[in-house]
């Protein structure tokens, strides 16, 4: 089980957002760079970005910061980003500058066409982020609702090709209210491709209970205010998770 820090960017900062309103984000550092080495340091497997303006704005906007977090890290763990993805040019600009996986969000549901283009061109590396609310999938920046059922919607991507996905409950997410567990659950287990939960990750007590269900296929989890704001120790959640997965 990966406990995946979030490096969520706004105007070049690091900051947290609640449930998705740029409004509410608070600032936890203005060295996206530091901050990434920071949780390498500290035992992190791998890096969760976000460029939140670039969401908002469907093109990238924080990509200097990017650069430097991938400098930073120095190619010692895996960075998978999303926001604001919404062409080919784009995906292959952030892979060859050092990012694994590329995430697409509300353009894979508004264009599978493109999402299916991406999974075909960059075999592996394409994830997909279903953000979704009573079962119904949120697009632009979780400010619509749709009809879509998120487990229909995962299999289908699923035949496109995406490598996994990333399951976030909005009701829950920069909360601090505990992960949906359940909802997580039946997404992976209707799918074969893993599933990376993300949002209301809140203290060792939620990582226990992913981990109890990490043979569904859950394979990690996204944390972000939890551990900015210490109500999660991040060095001893990754080694609680090492130590449950080991059993």
Known sequence: ????????????QCVRLKQGLMEESTVFSEDPGAMARHWVDRGGKRLHLVDLNGAFAGKPVNESAIKSIVK??????????????????????????????????????????????ACDAFPGQIIVGLDAK???????????????????????????????IVYTDIGRDGMLTGVNIEATVALAQALTIPVIASGGVTNLDDVRKLCAVASEGIIGTITGRAIYEGTLDFTAAQKLADELSAR
């Open 1 to 12: 089980m990966l406990i995946i820090p979030a490096i969520d960017l706004k105007d070049g």
């Open 72 to 117: 930073a890290v120095g190619g010692d763990i895996p960075i998978q980003l999303g926001g604001g993805i919404r062409d080919l040019e784009t995906i292959e600009r952030y892979l060859d500058n050092g990012i694994d996986y590329v995430i697409i969000g509300t353009a894979a549901v508004k264009s599978p066409g493109f999402l299916h283009e």
């Open 134 to 164: 009573d079962g119904k999938v949120a697009v632009d920046g979780w400010s619509k609702l749709t009809g879509h059922d998120v487990i229909d919607l995962a299999k289908k991507f699923e035949d496109y090709g995406v490598s996994s």
